[in-house]
């Protein structure tokens, strides 16, 4: 296995993940652009015939190697992880899909009106998604200080 090493290993854990979270935007962004024709294209992976479809599938599974690469390392540390940081991982995972289908679309099929008299345009639904994030979140925080209280009055 190659091993790959940072020229900017002073680079906070916070730091380097906004910057890999930034070039996967920028990547997403551009490659989701693609049409059916351009992913048929042929190309060559290790020497061996294939297309560009197969190339988007590699980049998608070599994504789900190294997070499972992530939780050997973790579990080998000892590391463990609480529900609420499971659920949590999960509901980002969601987000990244989420995201990654809002940045193929142009400002016009962002702002483009609901099929129906009753639904929401795409920005519609995405503010809400923000608020009711922040809903969720106030919630959470909110039975979690009572929790708290109670089992100290208790």
Request: proline share 3%; charged share 25%.
């Amino acid at each position: 296995m190659a091993t790959t090493t940072s020229a900017t290993s002073a680079t906070s854990a916070i730091e380097s993940i906004q910057e890999l979270t930034r070039e996967r935007e920028r990547i997403v962004r551009e490659l989701a652009q693609l049409s059916d024709a351009d992913c048929r294209s042929p190309t060559q992976w290790n020497g061996i015939p294939r297309n560009v479809n197969f190339l988007l599938r590699a980049f998608s599974l070599h994504e789900l190697d190294h997070l499972q690469h992530l939780h050997k390392l973790l579990a080998a540390r000892g590391r463990g992880f609480s529900e609420a940081q499971i659920l949590l991982s999960k509901a980002q995972a969601l987000r990244g899909e989420l995201e990654a289908l809002l940045l193929s679309l142009s400002d016009a099929e962002f702002d483009a009106p609901g099929a129906g008299p009753d639904d929401w345009s795409i920005r519609q639904l995405v503010e809400h998604l923000g608020k009711v994030d922040a809903q969720y979140a106030t919630n959470v925080r909110m039975a979690v200080e009572q929790g708290s209280a109670a089992a100290t009055a208790g």
